[in-house]
């Protein structure tokens, strides 16, 4: 049986909703951690183990959690090969006010850049994609100092 359509819409009231954080599984978490902390400027801002679960949770952002969304990572302890990234995930960004010199920087890091910075193709903002070290991708924007 599937689930009947309403002709007319719920009206939500969405004024009190927000991101609060978006979940990738890595395969080292310590690893993890420093490519968000130490390569992209993030805090850690919590880590719990979760030993009967058998994983550890580490949240990591550029601010508090009440004020704006951040990035969960999960690692499961008995994960030994890494994860496939599915095709329903794109990507997180990032903005960043100089993306020429964090992509110089992270490719000193041996960090992966399949798409250096340069101009979108439709023009526009200028765009990097760098990978974390699980193969994540991670767009970077160029955006300005106002």
């Known amino acids: 049986m599937s689930a009947q359509v309403s002709e007319r819409p719920a009206k939500l009231d969405a004024s009190k909703f927000r991101m609060l954080h978006t979940m990738v599984r890595v395969l080292d978490l310590d690893?993890?951690?420093?490519?968000?902390?130490?390569?992209?400027?993030?805090s850690l801002l919590r880590r719990k183990d979760y030993e009967t679960g058998r994983f550890t949770l580490a949240f990591v952002g550029y601010g508090d959690e009440s004020a704006g969304a951040v990035v969960e990572l999960t690692h499961n302890w008995d994960q030994k090969e890494p994860y496939t990234i599915g095709s329903g995930f794109g990507h997180l960004a990032i903005g960043v006010p100089d993306i020429y010199g964090v992509c110089e920087t992270l490719a000193k890091e041996g960090v992966k850049i399949p798409r250096p910075p340069g101009p979108m193709k439709h023009g526009g903002s200028v765009i990097a994609f760098v990978e974390d070290p699980d193969g994540y991708k991670i767009e970077l924007i160029e955006r300005k100092a106002a």
């Open 31 to 42: 690893k993890s951690v420093d490519f968000y902390t130490r390569l992209l400027g993030m």
